[in-house]
């Protein structure tokens, strides 16, 4: 069963930043698309980042020029850099595969607390 781990939060004061990771438990060079989500109001979650196998990004409009989405092919690990926290960032972090044929399911995420 494929995983993806994830880790990297914490507390962090406004204007912060924060690298979160996630690890997958195969090789990222089988799946095209990867991205960092969190909860949304009216939805489960948001998508925030996505990165494609070429390497495109797309970022939600809350979150662009804020934080990168990168991966590391080597460690099989995706990243997001998170730069100028904000008060309404803080959440539960999760990441995924989407449209993926072995999408896993959602794994624990990580927390990111921002302080004011």
């Keep these: 069963q494929v995983q993806l781990v994830e880790s990297g939060g914490g507390l962090v004061q406004a204007g912060g930043s924060l690298r979160l990771s996630c690890v997958a438990s195969v ?7 990867m ?13 925030v980042a996505l990165i494609t196998s070429g ?5 939600a409009d809350s979150v662009k020029g804020r934080f990168t989405i990168s991966r590391d092919y080597a460690k ?11 008060s309404e ?14 999408q896993p399911s959602w794994g624990q995420g990580t927390q990111v607390t921002v302080s004011s």
């Design 89 to 102: 960032d803080p959440a539960v972090y999760y990441c995924n595969a989407p449209g993926w044929s072995r």
């Design 76 to 86: 099989n690990t995706v990243y997001l850099q998170m730069n100028s926290l904000k």
């Design 35 to 47: 991205g960092w989500y969190r909860p949304a109001p009216g939805k489960q979650r948001e998508l």
């Design 55 to 59: 390497s495109s990004t797309n970022y």
């Design 27 to 33: 090789s990222i060079f089988s799946i095209n698309d």
